[in-house]
């Protein structure tokens, strides 16, 4: 059974700082893996999508890399502003037909 | 496109009640999926269709749970009778393609609170 694993469970940052949120998965017989980001009230909206043949996916100020060797999957943010304060989740996509989500990271970034 | 939509967005029910949550998924996606979410639990698939058949319902927790989709275009999630412990924010999800390759599209969420 997949199991997804983010930490840390909260971080705050000054703005400016660059950080990288970590994503771990035990199944490395994963199709993909996907970014999404969660807004207090609000629903997921979707990142960066990689593919298990990728090594990684840049969106703007947004990298997120995948390593399925090791089992991991990080999310690079450059120079944090405050509108990137949320609640970020990874989840794995296995050949079991399941998503399965890690317990996210809820990051501050302060002014 | 305006995304996945769900209905109602607040649903404050008493205990025995029957709850009918609605979604409409992106025009032209082949998969629809419906997940619950908690403080507890965090993020559950419940259910998921392939072009408005339902493919696994392992994560359904009990038989109070249905979900149906008559047409690409609607699908429902009902709970009869409700419970407190159901009290959760219920997620739609549509992709273009399945767990293999396609990306994730959620809707706002139904928040359902059960008196």
């Known amino acids: 059974k997949q199991e997804v694993t983010q930490i840390p469970a909260a971080l705050s940052v000054p703005e400016g700082e660059n950080l990288v949120l970590n994503c771990s998965f035990t199944?490395?017989?994963?199709?993909?893996l996907q970014w999404f980001r969660q807004d207090p009230g609000k629903g997921l909206t979707s990142l960066l999508l990689?593919?298990?043949?990728?090594r990684e996916q840049t969106s703007g100020r947004l990298n997120a890399s995948l390593d399925k060797s090791s089992g991991r999957s990080t999310l690079y943010i450059a120079a944090s502003q405050p509108g990137d304060s949320a609640t970020y989740l990874c989840?794995?996509?296995?050949?079991?037909?399941?998503?399965?989500f890690g317990d996210g990271t809820t990051l501050t970034v302060k002014p | 496109d305006a995304g996945v939509i769900q209905s109602p967005r607040h649903e404050v029910t008493e205990m025995g009640q029957e709850v009918t949550l609605r979604c409409k998924p992106i025009?032209?996606?082949?998969?629809l999926f419906w997940y619950r979410q908690t403080m507890m639990r965090g993020l559950e698939l419940l259910i998921y269709?392939?072009?408005?058949?339902?493919?696994?319902d392992s994560g359904m927790p009990e038989d109070r749970f249905s979900a149906k989709m008559p047409n690409a275009s609607f699908s429902t999630l009902k709970i009869q009778p409700s419970e407190p412990r159901d009290s959760a924010v219920y997620f739609c999800?549509?992709?273009?393609?399945?767990?293999?390759?396609?990306?994730?599209?959620f809707g706002e969420g139904s928040r359902l609170t059960v008196l």
């Open positions: 199944d490395s017989a994963i199709y993909n």
């Open positions: 025009s032209g996606h082949d998969y």
């Open positions: 990689i593919q298990s043949s990728q």
């Open positions: 999800a549509s992709s273009l393609g399945g767990f293999d390759t396609g990306e994730l599209f």
């Open positions: 269709f392939n072009n408005n058949v339902p493919i696994d």
């Open positions: 989840a794995g996509n296995t050949n079991a037909g399941k998503s399965t």
